[in-house]
């Protein structure tokens, strides 16, 4: 069983940065492709972006609009998503995900992923 917690979410200004860490625990971390979700009140869960195993390929959702940046250290079992230039429509909860997913288009689906985290509030006030 794999266990993941997120950290680093809170309340932004607009146009400011937060960075996401997600860190795993158990072994073969670098076996799992990480994902980044978001969900905001009243909507489904959309994908963010995820990043491979060996953290060579990446693979981003609209949402990202290039602003934001995913990467992972595997020798600390840890995934990060650094956002630049948020808005006020990043406002969300903010899930990172494992899963075992070899079809890159397949990242942004949440229901190939095998273990999520609770979550961290990012907050954007305008």
């Known amino acids: 069983q794999v266990q993941l917690v997120e950290s680093g979410g809170g309340l932004v200004q607009t146009g400011g940065s937060l960075r996401l860490s997600c860190v795993a625990s158990?072994?073969?971390?670098?076996?799992?492709?990480a994902g980044w979700f978001r969900q905001a009140p009243g909507k489904e869960r959309v994908f963010v972006g995820a990043?491979?195993?060996?953290?060579?390929?990446?693979f981003w959702g609209a949402s990202a609009k290039g602003r934001f940046t995913v990467s992972r250290d595997n020798a600390r079992n840890a995934v990060y998503l650094q956002m630049l230039s948020l808005e006020p429509e990043d406002t969300a909860v903010y899930y990172c995900?494992?899963?075992?997913?070899?079809?890159?288009?397949?990242?942004?689906?949440?229901?190939?992923?095998?273990?999520w985290g609770q979550g961290t509030q990012v907050t954007v006030s305008s």
């Open positions: 990043i491979s195993g060996n953290g060579l390929s990446t």
């Open positions: 995900a494992l899963g075992s997913i070899a079809e890159v288009r397949a990242w942004a689906l949440p229901g190939n992923y095998d273990y």
């Open positions: 158990g072994r073969s971390f670098s076996r799992w492709t």
